[in-house]
């Protein structure tokens, strides 16, 4: 599988990040979530992932976490679903973001402030 990295998944120095998010449809922290890692992918950060298939067990996907170079876990609030699907899972998390530990208040609903997606990319690119 060495040398088989697609784009999607390709971070800086030719590295495979995966991106996991919460994606809760019920607050919107969770949405924010969702559309930071999106915003990531889609700028060519790192590649999302199913996080839904990794707490399924899908072997793949799976598979594809343990063998990438860096692993980024957003997760909306406390309830922490992503850091505890990876941790179930045996995958590591290389960088951990939680909204609400940014300040940001979770609401019921999915509308999130377009202002706070770069408040969590910013989190995202500079946690260690």
Known sequence: MEGQKTSC???AEGKTRIIYSCSGI???VGQLANAVACRLAGEGYGGGSCLAGVGGG???LV????SADERI???GCPVAC???IMVDKSLSIDRYVMITDLGITKTPGPTFVESDVQTVI???KNTR
């Open 26 to 28: 019920g607050s919107n």
């Open 9 to 11: 998944s390709c971070g």
């Open 63 to 66: 598979g594809q976490g343990k």
């Open 82 to 84: 992503a850091k505890k």
């Open 73 to 75: 876990v957003i997760d």
């Open 58 to 60: 899908i072997e793949k």
């Open 122 to 124: 910013d989190a995202v």
